[in-house]
Structure formats: structure tokens, C-alpha cells
């Protein structure tokens, strides 16, 4: 008598990512008084009970004019779920960010995979540094959903294969592709957020324009949505002036 086949966990597939805001110290404010201390000293608290919109004007100076220091003294924290190749091209911003994400060598990882969804664009065309993206046949979406779930299962089985014959989780993850969703806590402040904003987003009111891959751009969008509920002031002055962080 043969033993049955070891049963693993089924991988789920998904093509969107999550990002939450779990919490925050930022206020178009905080811009003010950090901002007015250099000539009114200990009187510049008072713009924290005061209505930042009559201040505005100075908001957009700043920003315009490239004095960055006073959008760094504010803090938000996100959560954020995506595929790991989305956390290799996050980690490169380094100046005013904060990181911590799940272990693959302390848990065992859960089988989510990343498939692109129908919008999203398939196709390269030109060189490189100049070239874009166009709309795949829906052969080709097919094919990229078929070959992608395929591969994740495969990968996935050799993982908890190994697992059960007692392979280190550290060891056995080797197997697993960027396309694994992970998780993240990312902690910065509007400067740096603007930064990350200028290079991941594409946006018409850009002045230099940027290329990002989609799937960063869709945590980027999702982060400038919760940002600019935050501090619409300092929002309206970045776009206003072109999209470039201070």
C-alpha cells in the first residue's frame, strides 16, 4: 500500500495590492511651525492651533523655492501587502523611510502569488531608456496567467516539500519567486514621500517625467491618496509645483 500524496496549501492568485494607513503625526501644521521657528522662535507653536489654510502662501514658497527641512518634521506609517519584486524596487529609497517586513526565515510563508490583472499593460516596445508599455492580446494575458499560476504551484510544493522533510524555512524559501506576496510596515515623512511620489508615479502635472513599473505605481497611488487627506495644503503645493520633492 503507497502513501497518499502530501496535501499542501492551495495558492490564492491575486493582481491588486493593499495599502493601509495605521497611523500618523502629519499636518499641513507641522510645515508651518517648523518653518517659522527660524524667526520667531518659541512663538512659531502657536501655528498649531491656528488654521494653516492663512498660511498657505508660505507652503508653496517652500516647496517652490526648494527649502525641504520643514516637510520632514511629521511621521506616517503604512501597511503595505505586494509582491516582493515591488519591495526590492521600494527598498532603494533609503533617505527618510523606515522599514520592517515579514520573515521568511520566522514563519512560514503563505502561498499568494502575484497575476498581473487585465488593465494591466503587457507589451515593451522601443529601447531601452525610451520605450513604453501597450496593451497585451488577450492570448498573451491568457498565457501570462497560465504560466505564472503554473510555475507559483510548482514552486510552492518544493517549498512545503521541503518544509515536511525538515529543511530550515530559511533554506526552503530559496524556491519561492518575487512574484510571493510579503508584508511591510514603511514609516516616513511628506519629504520623503514626495520623493518616493516623483519617481514611482506618473502624473500629468509631473515636470520630469517618470517611468515607474505598475505594480510600485499601484502602491504609490494608493499612499498619495491617504497622504493628501492628511496635509492638502503641502499636497496642492507638490503638484502645483511640478511634482518635485523639496
Known amino acids: 500500500m503507497t502513501d497518499s500524496p502530501t496535501e499542501y ?3 490564492t492568485f491575486r493582481g491588486d495590492v493593499t495599502v493601509e494607513l495605521v497611523k500618523h503625526s502629519a499636518a499641513d501644521s507641522d510645515v508651518l511651525w517648523a518653518a517659522r521657528v527660524s524667526t520667531a522662535g518659541e512663538q512659531s507653536l502657536e501655528e498649531i492651533t491656528k488654521d494653516p489654510e492663512r498660511s498657505k502662501g508660505l507652503i508653496n514658497y517652500l516647496m517652490r523655492d526648494r527649502h525641504g527641512s520643514p516637510f520632514e518634521h511629521n511621521s506616517m506609517t503604512f501597511f503595505i501587502s505586494a509582491p516582493i519584486l515591488v519591495f526590492r524596487e521600494f527598498m532603494r529609497h533609503r533617505v527618510g523611510w523606515s522599514y520592517n517586513e515579514e520573515s521568511g526565515r520566522y514563519r512560514e510563508l503563505q502561498p499568494v502569488f502575484y497575476v498581473p490583472g487585465q488593465d494591466r ?12 508599455f501597450v496593451e497585451g492580446s488577450q492570448e498573451q494575458h491568457d498565457l501570462t496567467t497560465r504560466v505564472m499560476e503554473d510555475s507559483y504551484r510548482q514552486a510552492y510544493e518544493a517549498y512545503q516539500e521541503m518544509l515536511a522533510a525538515g529543511v530550515a524555512r530559511e533554506v526552503a524559501r530559496s524556491v519561492l519567486p518575487v512574484g510571493l506576496f510579503s508584508s511591510m510596515y514603511a514609516t516616513c515623512n511628506a519629504r520623503s514621500l ?10 500629468e502635472q509631473a515636470t520630469v517625467p517618470s517611468f515607474p513599473q505598475r505594480e510600485i505605481e499601484m502602491v504609490g497611488e494608493q499612499m498619495e491618496a491617504e497622504w493628501a ?5 503641502t499636497y496642492a503645493a507638490f503638484n502645483k509645483n511640478g511634482r518635485v520633492a523639496p
Open 9 to 11: 496549501a492551495k495558492p
Open 194 to 203: 514626495m520623493h518616493f511620489l516623483g519617481l514611482r508615479t506618473q502624473h
Open 229 to 233: 487627506k492628511l496635509m492638502p495644503l
Open 121 to 132: 499593460k503587457l507589451v515593451q516596445e522601443g529601447r531601452p531608456g525610451k520605450y513604453v
